[in-house]
């Protein structure tokens, strides 16, 4: 059955989907009559909660590997926090506008086909994403147990967990995520309160010239990540609001509910690392650091265990858009089918990922925010371009969406030019000449945003101008 024969059957669906709880329909566009979405705050809560989980915490941590700080690397938490979410802020808007989810709505700027491309490295991108997050969990399951539990097993467990939330949808994570940071915010309450007299706010800046430049950057470049990273899925959790929501309120709630709850809990890592001996030579996995630093004990150790099971909080709306994701690509397969498939293969990613797992946060962080990175510039161009009027009905149909040439050069380009400063030398053995010649900083995503806007825009109007759509 195509998209736009399913969509007919939204209105018993919507119905079912709110009396149960389970979202019956996939990225077919929500009929504005059938939005019943008007909890507003919900919007601001679910970032809060998917956000409020020890890997938060564990990519503050990071600032580790650049003598930022802590001052310094609260200054790059914000100003690089702010960047990543004012695009995911502006894109939540657009769901109840329009009832569609995300990467359908790539459509009006990379063209039906184009999408498809987008919408399958944002599937990737899921994985992966989910995979760290759940290999970090999984440590903190492996240190509460005394080293008894096997990381593999830990995995499992909270795979399991994060795929029965999932598989529910749109309405229930809602519910869930409504109230799920509060017992997290005293959780990471509880682990400042318990570290407090091994930290100290006054661990100076010790980078300078250079180092700096690389250091700033770099984390900078990670913390941009983690932010961005929400963009491609953004509408997916604002599309069941009515088209009446004030989208300055709709903005304004996904914004600081980004801002606030990653900014303090990145902070909350980068103090965490002043408590490390000063001749602690790597940065240990969050499990190992938070035992350190808070003890043991039986308090302690059911505190270990709530901060893993957090990561569910932060992978079932990825996992949630991971299908929406797959059925943009083609995939003619049930939303709730797709999610366990999504959980099954993060499963396997997460078990290769365990090995130099904060390298490969930061790595993998970097690399969602290169191609993230020009994803926006190009999507945000093409609302300015059709200064913000979309018909929403024309999603399914090839011949009224634009061809994609534009978009699809824009992004093939930027992320070309992206790989000259790209620093990924201790993860996948690469670096760019340019981040050689920056002195090992990795300017990925700036070049990727920049060189992406400024090949769009021009190709853009030609694409118009010739095809007319």
Known sequence: MSEAATEAKNTQ?????????????????????????TQLADTMLLWWSANAVVVTVSLGALSFYYGLGFWGSVAVIIAFNILGALPVAFLSTLGPKTGLAQMPLGRFAFGFQGARVTSFLNALTAIGWNAVNAAIGATLLTSWSGGSLPTW??????????????????????RFERFAWIPMFVLFGYVLFASVSHLNVGVPTTASGAGLLVGILTFGGAVFGNAIGWSSYAADYT????????SRKVFLYSFFGMFIVTVLLESLGALLITGLPANTQALPDTGSLISQLIGNGPVQSVVLLLLAVSIILNNAPTDYSFALSL?????????????????????????????????????????????????????????????????????????????????????????GIALLGVNQASVIGYEGPLAKLLADADVGFPLAVIVAAVVYYPLRRWEMKKYDR
């Open 239 to 246: 599309r069941h609001q009515p088209t009446s929501i004030s």
């Open 153 to 174: 097993l830990g995995l499992i467990i909270l795979v399991i967990a994060t795929a029965l939330l999932s598989t529910f949808g749109y309405f229930i994570m809602h």
């Open 13 to 37: 669906e919507e119905q079912l989907s709110i009396s149960t709880g389970f979202e019956v329909v996939g990225i077919e566009r929500i009929p504005e009559g059938e939005r019943h979405h």
């Open 327 to 415: 059925q943009a690509v083609g995939v003619r397969v049930k939303r709730w089918v797709l999610t366990i498939v999504g959980a099954v293969a993060y499963l396997a990613v997460a078990l290769v990922l365990q090995a130099n797992l904060n390298l490969n946060l930061m790595g993998f962080l970097l690399m969602m925010a290169y191609w993230l990175g020009a994803w926006n510039a190009i999507v945000l161009l093409e609302h300015v371009i059709r200064k913000g009027v979309y018909k929403a009905e024309d999603y399914t149909n090839p011949s009224k969406l634009p061809v994609g040439i534009a978009a699809i050069v824009a992004l093939v380009v930027g992320i």
